[in-house]
Every structure is written in structure tokens, then in C-alpha cells.
């Protein structure tokens, strides 16, 4: 925990030494907001036993930014940002019964598990702008504040259906996350921005020393979101 807090305070140090320092034109710093969908993914692979889906759920992120003007066309750009990955996989489990000497395969278990992973994030990016729209591309880092899941399932037990529903704060995951991030906006007007987010992780969340088996590794989130930023300067 120490490193990632030691990490922040410098992100935050840099961007307040850079804001009063130098011609404030050069530098922008403002908020942002955007609200999308995001998965948390493991690498499922169907078989005769099972079948997965894995779902996009509504997700969102909120934070500020910073961005120095290296010239009229490129930037460079750091924000902290607050970002809620949210994710629902569904599995059907089957089983075989011999029925007048025939096999016959039925739905023995059903399951929907729903994550709900808190980050905050620091990416870091460089970006380019051309006639008022900006693309950048970066790599975000980010630190798990909390990490839960919600499982509801069904179970066939002598012809009848069992419900059951489990919930964990203790979700088992790594507590880091890293990846690509890209960036499209458009700026409305000099204070107002709005863009295209997309993230994908690269990490696998499942931790090195968990013994798992081979189809859910790896596990990774993904999250696009669309949303407006505003510029303090």
C-alpha cells in the first residue's frame, strides 16, 4: 500500500508544481466525466459441461486532468480519476443421464455472478490536435480500493430447482490493474471537451500464485465511456 499512496502524492506534487509554474497558457487542468460500459473478462472457453457469456454493464469515471502544451498540435497529459468497472458473466452447467439406454444432456445449474471493481487511476498519455479535435494515447495504472461480487444460482437437486445467492468483499483479485488507454474529443469551446474513452487491461487480475484452471486465465477488464471535461484555465 505504501508505494501506490507514495506514487499518487507524486502524480498530484507534479501536477501542482507545473500549474504554477510558467506561462499558464502552456498548461490545462480541469475535470472530467464519463459514464459507459465495462466488462471484466476471463478467458472462458465453452464445453460440452458449460457455457459462458460474459456481459458489458453500465460503468462510469470522474476525476481531474492535466495537460502540458508542448506546441500548438502536441501534449502531454496526466489525470487521477476515480474509475467504477462493472461486469455480470452467466454460466449454464450441463449433465448427462441415460434414459431408455440413450444419453441425453440437461441443464443441471445456472449462475449469474455480478463484479463490482472500485479503482483509482492515473494515466499518462501524449496526445496530438488538429482543428479542434484531440486524440491521445496513453497507459493507466490502477490501484483496487474495493472489490466485491454477487452470485446468484440454481441447481437442480431430484427435479426441483435450488436458488441460492452468495455475496463477497473479498473478491481474490490483484490489487492492481494496467493498460492501454485511447482518447478521442472534440473541443466545443475553449473550456468545453467531449470524447471517447477506451481502456483495456492487460493485467490478469487473477493472482500469479492462485492455482486456477487454464480456461479463465486470463482475466482482464475492459471499459469505453463517453464524456465532456471541462478546462479550469
Avoid at 120 to 131: D, Q, R
Wanted: glycine share 10%; proline share 3%; aromatic share 16%.
Amino acid at each position: 500500500m505504501k508505494k501506490p499512496i507514495k506514487y499518487i502524492r507524486t502524480i498530484a506534487l507534479v501536477i501542482i508544481l507545473f500549474t504554477n509554474h510558467g506561462v499558464l497558457s502552456q498548461h490545462d487542468l480541469g475535470v472530467k466525466l464519463g459514464l459507459g460500459f465495462s466488462k471484466t473478462d476471463p478467458h472462458f472457453v465453452d464445453t460440452e459441461y458449460a457455457r459462458f457469456k460474459v456481459n458489458y454493464k453500465p460503468s462510469g469515471l470522474f476525476g481531474v486532468f492535466y495537460n502540458y502544451q508542448l506546441n500548438d498540435r502536441f501534449y502531454l497529459g496526466a489525470d487521477m480519476v476515480f474509475s467504477q468497472i462493472e461486469g455480470r458473466i452467466d454460466a449454464q452447467y450441463f449433465g448427462f443421464v441415460s434414459i431408455d439406454g440413450e444419453i441425453n444432456t440437461i441443464n443441471s445449474a445456472n449462475s449469474s455472478t455480478a463484479y463490482h471493481l472500485s479503482y483509482l487511476t492515473l494515466p499518462v498519455y501524449v496526445g496530438v490536435k488538429v482543428k479542434g479535435v484531440n486524440v491521445a494515447l496513453g497507459w493507466q495504472t490502477g490501484l483496487m480500493l474495493r472489490g466485491t461480487y454477487r452470485n446468484k444460482s440454481n441447481h437442480l437437486i431430484d427435479d426441483e430447482w435450488a436458488e441460492m445467492t452468495t455475496f463477497s468483499n473479498d473478491i481474490g483479485f490483484d490489487q492492481f490493474d494496467f493498460g492501454s488507454t485511447l482518447e478521442v474529443g472534440y473541443n466545443l469551446t475553449e473550456k468545453w471537451n467531449v470524447h471517447f474513452n477506451y481502456y483495456q487491461g492487460l493485467n490478469d487480475l487473477l493472482p500469479s500464485g492462485l492455482i486456477v484452471i487454464d480456461e479463465i486465465k486470463p482475466w482482464r477488464n475492459s471499459q469505453f465511456s463517453l464524456g465532456c471535461s471541462y478546462n479550469f484555465f
